[in-house]
T-cell receptor
Framework: SQQGEEDPQALSIQEGENATMNCSYK?????LQWYRQNSGRGLVHLIL?????REKHSGRLRVTLDTSKKSSSLLITASRAADTASYFC??????????FGAGTTVTVRA | DAGITQSPRHKVTETGTPVTLRCHQT?????MYWYRQDPGHGLRLIHY???????DKGEVSDGYSVSRSKTEDFLLTLESATSSQTSVYFC??????????FGPGTRLTVT
């Protein structure tokens, strides 16, 4: 069964706005990762946050992790048309197996 | 794309026929994975390998087998394809403790 669940399932925003999506999971984790998938392509790794970290930044991406609530959020600031994609969270209970959520589809309108 | 190729990229086959998908890496990493992606389900792990001849099942392994006779190749076989195995199949590698790198995918249609 899938560990992570993203919310919302779909998100439509104007270019320049921020996009926030959330991931909830059920059991304890070693780390949590976010991936992006453009239509018809493979997944691309965005950011990894370990269970002992609370926040991580990478460019316009900000990820938070709250292990007490078993949840994570991904914030994309100042969105661009190129950010249109599906975003997946993946949880790792050990270092070598991931469990993916069903994803959030983000559409950035020009 | 992290040196991962998948072949074929597209395949249409009939119910009951065997199908083998190939994943090839140029990076010589120990861990390799096969996932399937279906609408509403995200990616689900089929099988993975942690070395030559070392494989283990994922959450949706029924109807699939794998083999890894060389570090660089990880094969996924559908012994007798069914319509429920129509999906997009992704291979991935994991260099170290952390992120995975994905191939471009194989779109399989079983008619």
């Amino acid at each position: 069964s899938q560990q992570g669940e993203e919310d919302p399932q779909a998100l439509s925003i104007q270019e320049g706005e921020n996009a926030t999506m959330n991931c909830s999971y059920k059991t304890s984790i070693n780390n949590l990762q976010w991936y992006r998938q453009n239509s018809g392509r493979g997944l691309v790794h965005l950011i990894l946050i370990r269970s002992n970290e609370r926040e991580k930044h990478s460019g316009r991406l900000r990820v938070t992790l709250d292990t007490s609530k078993k949840s994570s959020s991904l914030l994309i600031t100042a969105s661009r048309a190129a950010d249109t994609a599906s975003y997946f969270c993946a949880t790792a209970s050990n270092d070598y197996k991931l469990s993916f959520g069903a994803g959030t589809t983000v559409t950035v309108r020009a | 794309d992290a040196g991962i190729t998948q072949s074929p990229r597209h395949k249409v086959t009939e119910t009951g026929t065997p199908v083998t998908l190939r994943c090839h890496q140029t990076e010589n990493h120990r861990y390799m994975y096969w996932y399937r992606q279906d609408p509403g389900h995200g990616l689900r792990l089929i099988h993975y390998s942690y070395g030559v001849k070392d494989t283990d099942k994922g959450e949706v392994s029924d109807g699939y087998s794998v083999s890894r006779s060389k570090t660089e190749d990880f094969l996924l076989t559908l012994e007798s394809a069914t319509s429920s195995q129509t999906s997009v199949y992704f291979c991935a590698i994991q260099p170290d403790r952390g992120e995975q790198y994905f191939g471009p995918g194989t779109r399989l249609t079983v008619t």
